[in-house]
Protein backbone atom coordinates (compact mmCIF):
# COMPACT_ATOMS: atom_id res chain seq x y z
CA UNK A 1 0.00 0.00 0.00
CA UNK A 2 0.91 3.75 -0.55
CA UNK A 3 0.70 5.79 2.44
CA UNK A 4 1.07 9.66 3.24
CA UNK A 5 0.56 10.99 6.39
CA UNK A 6 -0.01 14.46 7.02
CA UNK A 7 1.55 15.78 10.65
CA UNK A 8 -0.03 18.97 10.61
CA UNK A 9 0.46 21.56 13.82
CA UNK A 10 -1.60 22.17 16.22
CA UNK A 11 -2.63 25.69 14.99
CA UNK A 12 -4.12 24.32 11.78
CA UNK A 13 -7.25 26.06 11.12
CA UNK A 14 -10.40 24.08 10.21
CA UNK A 15 -10.49 25.16 6.42
CA UNK A 16 -6.76 24.24 5.88
CA UNK A 17 -8.05 20.62 7.29
CA UNK A 18 -10.72 20.84 5.45
CA UNK A 19 -9.11 21.92 2.12
CA UNK A 20 -6.79 19.13 2.76
CA UNK A 21 -9.24 16.41 2.98
CA UNK A 22 -10.81 18.08 -0.88
CA UNK A 23 -7.72 17.20 -2.51
CA UNK A 24 -7.10 13.68 -0.45
CA UNK A 25 -11.14 13.15 -1.91
CA UNK A 26 -9.47 13.86 -5.53
CA UNK A 27 -6.71 11.94 -5.19
CA UNK A 28 -7.40 8.83 -7.14
CA UNK A 29 -4.21 7.67 -5.80
CA UNK A 30 -5.58 7.75 -2.25
CA UNK A 31 -8.48 5.35 -1.41
CA UNK A 32 -8.65 5.68 2.45
CA UNK A 33 -8.43 8.68 4.70
CA UNK A 34 -8.28 8.44 8.61
CA UNK A 35 -8.18 11.56 10.17
CA UNK A 36 -6.62 10.74 13.70
CA UNK A 37 -9.03 11.73 16.48
CA UNK A 38 -9.11 13.56 18.78
CA UNK A 39 -8.88 17.03 17.25
CA UNK A 40 -7.80 20.44 18.73
CA UNK A 41 -10.62 22.12 20.59
CA UNK A 42 -10.67 24.88 17.81
CA UNK A 43 -11.51 22.01 15.13
CA UNK A 44 -15.00 21.07 14.50
CA UNK A 45 -14.64 17.31 14.49
CA UNK A 46 -18.10 16.42 13.49
CA UNK A 47 -17.64 18.72 9.70
CA UNK A 48 -14.56 17.15 9.23
CA UNK A 49 -16.12 13.87 9.53
CA UNK A 50 -18.53 14.82 7.35
CA UNK A 51 -16.29 16.17 4.41
CA UNK A 52 -14.35 12.19 4.02
CA UNK A 53 -16.19 11.31 1.11
CA UNK A 54 -18.24 8.29 2.32
CA UNK A 55 -16.23 5.65 -0.07
CA UNK A 56 -13.06 6.73 1.34
CA UNK A 57 -13.70 7.02 5.01
CA UNK A 58 -11.97 3.90 5.67
CA UNK A 59 -12.55 4.81 9.55
CA UNK A 60 -16.57 4.31 8.88
CA UNK A 61 -17.16 7.51 10.92
CA UNK A 62 -19.11 9.30 8.50
CA UNK A 63 -22.96 8.75 8.83
CA UNK A 64 -23.49 7.83 5.32
CA UNK A 65 -21.12 4.63 6.52
CA UNK A 66 -22.46 4.56 10.34
CA UNK A 67 -26.46 4.18 8.57
CA UNK A 68 -25.45 1.37 6.36
CA UNK A 69 -23.62 0.03 8.96
CA UNK A 70 -27.67 0.24 10.55
CA UNK A 71 -29.46 -1.25 7.55
CA UNK A 72 -26.57 -4.53 7.51
CA UNK A 73 -25.55 -3.19 4.52
CA UNK A 74 -21.78 -1.89 4.40
CA UNK A 75 -18.76 -1.55 3.31
CA UNK A 76 -16.66 -0.67 5.97
CA UNK A 77 -16.87 -1.07 10.00
CA UNK A 78 -14.89 0.73 12.37
CA UNK A 79 -12.10 -0.71 13.12
CA UNK A 80 -12.07 -2.11 16.60
CA UNK A 81 -15.41 -3.73 16.14
CA UNK A 82 -14.69 -5.48 12.97
CA UNK A 83 -11.89 -7.23 14.98
CA UNK A 84 -13.57 -8.39 17.20
CA UNK A 85 -15.74 -10.26 14.78
CA UNK A 86 -13.19 -11.48 12.97
CA UNK A 87 -11.47 -12.77 16.39
CA UNK A 88 -15.06 -14.20 16.99
CA UNK A 89 -15.00 -15.92 14.09
CA UNK A 90 -11.85 -17.10 13.52
CA UNK A 91 -11.94 -18.56 17.01
CA UNK A 92 -15.07 -20.77 15.78
CA UNK A 93 -17.44 -19.16 18.30
CA UNK A 94 -21.27 -18.82 17.15
CA UNK A 95 -23.04 -15.82 17.47
CA UNK A 96 -26.38 -16.99 16.84
CA UNK A 97 -28.67 -17.26 19.55
CA UNK A 98 -25.96 -16.27 21.83
CA UNK A 99 -26.55 -13.64 24.90
CA UNK A 100 -24.40 -10.98 23.69
CA UNK A 101 -23.89 -8.20 26.64
CA UNK A 102 -21.15 -5.27 25.48
CA UNK A 103 -20.63 -2.52 28.03
CA UNK A 104 -19.62 0.55 26.73
CA UNK A 105 -22.20 2.42 23.89
CA UNK A 106 -19.62 5.01 22.21
CA UNK A 107 -19.78 5.76 18.42
CA UNK A 108 -16.69 4.24 17.67
CA UNK A 109 -16.68 0.78 19.49
CA UNK A 110 -20.07 -0.30 21.80
CA UNK A 111 -22.73 0.69 19.43
CA UNK A 112 -21.25 -0.73 16.55
CA UNK A 113 -20.15 -3.65 18.11
CA UNK A 114 -24.07 -4.94 19.03
CA UNK A 115 -25.30 -3.86 15.50
CA UNK A 116 -22.63 -6.42 13.97
CA UNK A 117 -23.50 -8.37 16.99
CA UNK A 118 -27.19 -8.41 16.28
CA UNK A 119 -26.89 -8.67 12.36
CA UNK A 120 -25.28 -12.30 13.43
CA UNK A 121 -28.43 -13.15 15.15
CA UNK A 122 -27.30 -12.89 19.05
CA UNK A 123 -29.74 -11.44 20.99
CA UNK A 124 -27.64 -7.88 22.47
CA UNK A 125 -27.90 -5.66 25.23
CA UNK A 126 -26.04 -2.47 25.71
CA UNK A 127 -24.93 -1.26 28.82
CA UNK A 128 -23.64 2.09 29.83
CA UNK A 129 -23.17 4.16 32.80
CA UNK A 130 -26.72 4.19 34.09
CA UNK A 131 -27.35 0.90 33.63
CA UNK A 132 -29.04 -0.34 36.66
CA UNK A 133 -27.96 -3.77 38.22
CA UNK A 134 -24.77 -4.02 35.55
CA UNK A 135 -23.67 -6.93 37.12
CA UNK A 136 -26.93 -8.88 37.18
CA UNK A 137 -26.89 -8.30 33.32
CA UNK A 138 -23.56 -9.40 32.47
CA UNK A 139 -23.73 -12.30 34.53
CA UNK A 140 -26.19 -13.24 31.88
CA UNK A 141 -23.64 -12.76 28.61
CA UNK A 142 -22.47 -15.88 26.69
CA UNK A 143 -20.42 -13.26 24.76
CA UNK A 144 -18.91 -10.20 26.69
CA UNK A 145 -17.53 -7.56 25.06
CA UNK A 146 -16.14 -4.73 27.54
CA UNK A 147 -15.94 -1.43 26.25
CA UNK A 148 -15.30 1.03 29.04
CA UNK A 149 -12.18 2.68 29.42
CA UNK A 150 -11.69 1.87 33.12
CA UNK A 151 -9.18 -0.69 34.73
CA UNK A 152 -10.28 -3.92 35.48
CA UNK A 153 -13.82 -3.03 35.84
CA UNK A 154 -15.11 -6.37 34.86
CA UNK A 155 -14.18 -8.53 38.12
CA UNK A 156 -14.79 -12.18 37.87
CA UNK A 157 -18.70 -12.24 39.68
CA UNK A 158 -20.06 -9.73 36.84
CA UNK A 159 -19.03 -12.96 34.30
CA UNK A 160 -20.92 -16.37 33.46
CA UNK A 161 -18.56 -19.38 33.91
CA UNK A 162 -17.76 -20.30 30.25
CA UNK A 163 -17.94 -17.15 28.57
CA UNK A 164 -16.17 -15.86 26.00
CA UNK A 165 -14.62 -12.18 27.33
CA UNK A 166 -13.72 -9.36 24.72
CA UNK A 167 -11.52 -6.76 26.21
CA UNK A 168 -11.40 -3.77 24.35
CA UNK A 169 -10.06 -1.45 27.18
CA UNK A 170 -6.71 -0.13 26.91
CA UNK A 171 -5.74 1.69 29.90
CA UNK A 172 -2.53 3.24 31.19
CA UNK A 173 -1.56 2.45 35.01
CA UNK A 174 0.84 5.19 36.87
CA UNK A 175 3.31 2.48 36.56
CA UNK A 176 3.43 2.34 33.33
CA UNK A 177 1.51 -1.10 32.80
CA UNK A 178 -0.89 -1.32 30.04
CA UNK A 179 -4.18 -3.08 31.12
CA UNK A 180 -8.01 -3.55 29.99
CA UNK A 181 -11.44 -3.12 31.20
CA UNK A 182 -11.03 -7.32 32.80
CA UNK A 183 -9.68 -8.19 35.71
CA UNK A 184 -7.71 -10.86 33.52
CA UNK A 185 -5.78 -12.66 36.13
CA UNK A 186 -9.50 -14.21 37.71
CA UNK A 187 -11.75 -13.80 34.94
CA UNK A 188 -9.27 -15.94 32.60
CA UNK A 189 -9.51 -18.75 35.60
CA UNK A 190 -13.62 -18.87 34.49
CA UNK A 191 -14.38 -17.67 31.38
CA UNK A 192 -14.04 -20.13 28.06
CA UNK A 193 -12.57 -18.20 26.32
CA UNK A 194 -10.56 -14.08 26.47
CA UNK A 195 -8.71 -11.78 24.52
CA UNK A 196 -5.57 -10.34 26.43
CA UNK A 197 -4.22 -6.47 26.79
CA UNK A 198 -2.33 -6.15 24.97
CA UNK A 199 -2.01 -8.35 22.09
CA UNK A 200 -5.68 -9.23 21.67
CA UNK A 201 -8.31 -6.53 20.41
CA UNK A 202 -5.17 -3.84 19.73
CA UNK A 203 -3.26 -5.54 16.61
CA UNK A 204 -7.21 -6.73 14.88
CA UNK A 205 -7.82 -3.03 15.21
CA UNK A 206 -5.23 -1.88 12.92
CA UNK A 207 -5.30 -4.99 10.85
CA UNK A 208 -9.26 -4.00 10.01
CA UNK A 209 -8.06 -0.15 9.11
CA UNK A 210 -5.78 -2.10 6.56
CA UNK A 211 -8.69 -4.29 5.41
CA UNK A 212 -10.76 -1.29 4.74
CA UNK A 213 -8.33 0.33 3.45
CA UNK A 214 -8.11 -3.12 0.53
CA UNK A 215 -12.25 -2.69 -0.05
CA UNK A 216 -11.98 1.10 -0.91
CA UNK A 217 -9.34 0.27 -3.45
CA UNK A 218 -11.39 -2.81 -5.05
CA UNK A 219 -14.63 -0.68 -4.69
CA UNK A 220 -12.92 2.30 -6.51
CA UNK A 221 -12.10 0.00 -9.42
CA UNK A 222 -15.45 -1.88 -10.08
CA UNK A 223 -17.57 1.83 -10.12
P1 LIG B 1 -15.82 6.09 25.73
O1 LIG B 1 -15.26 6.80 26.90
O2 LIG B 1 -16.27 6.88 24.55
O3 LIG B 1 -17.04 5.19 26.20
C1 LIG B 1 -17.01 4.48 27.40
C2 LIG B 1 -18.35 3.85 27.63
O4 LIG B 1 -18.29 3.18 28.89
C3 LIG B 1 -19.51 4.86 27.70
O5 LIG B 1 -20.58 4.40 26.90
C4 LIG B 1 -19.87 4.89 29.17
O6 LIG B 1 -21.26 5.09 29.44
C5 LIG B 1 -19.48 3.49 29.62
N1 LIG B 1 -19.22 3.47 31.05
C6 LIG B 1 -18.43 4.31 31.77
N2 LIG B 1 -18.51 4.00 33.08
C7 LIG B 1 -19.36 2.96 33.18
C8 LIG B 1 -19.87 2.23 34.28
N3 LIG B 1 -19.50 2.49 35.55
N4 LIG B 1 -20.74 1.23 34.02
C9 LIG B 1 -21.11 0.94 32.76
N5 LIG B 1 -20.68 1.62 31.69
C10 LIG B 1 -19.82 2.62 31.89
O7 LIG B 1 -14.71 5.03 25.32
P2 LIG B 1 -14.44 4.22 23.94
O8 LIG B 1 -15.61 3.40 23.58
O9 LIG B 1 -13.84 5.12 22.94
O10 LIG B 1 -13.26 3.26 24.45
C11 LIG B 1 -13.46 2.34 25.50
C12 LIG B 1 -12.13 1.70 25.86
O11 LIG B 1 -11.63 1.01 24.72
C13 LIG B 1 -11.02 2.71 26.22
O12 LIG B 1 -10.18 2.12 27.19
C14 LIG B 1 -10.25 2.88 24.93
O13 LIG B 1 -8.91 3.25 25.15
C15 LIG B 1 -10.34 1.49 24.36
N6 LIG B 1 -10.23 1.42 22.92
C16 LIG B 1 -9.42 0.45 22.42
C17 LIG B 1 -9.26 0.28 21.08
C18 LIG B 1 -8.40 -0.81 20.59
O14 LIG B 1 -7.98 -0.78 19.45
N7 LIG B 1 -8.12 -1.83 21.40
C19 LIG B 1 -9.93 1.17 20.12
C20 LIG B 1 -10.85 2.12 20.73
C21 LIG B 1 -10.97 2.22 22.09
P3 LIG B 1 -22.02 6.49 29.08
O15 LIG B 1 -22.25 6.44 27.59
O16 LIG B 1 -23.27 6.40 29.86
O17 LIG B 1 -21.10 7.59 29.48
Request: glycine share 8%; net charge negative; with cysteine.
Amino acid sequence: MHSEMFALPEETTQDELLSLIEKLNDDQKIHGILVQLPLPKHLDEKSVINAIRPEKDVDAFHPVNVGKIMIGDYDFVPCTPAGIMELIAESGVEVEGKTCVVVGRSNIVGKPMSMLLLHKNGTVTTCHSRTKNLKEVTKTADILVAAVGKANFISQDMVKPGAVVIDVGMNRLENGALVGDVDFENVEKIAGAITPVPGGVGPMTIAMLMKNTFTAAKNSKIK
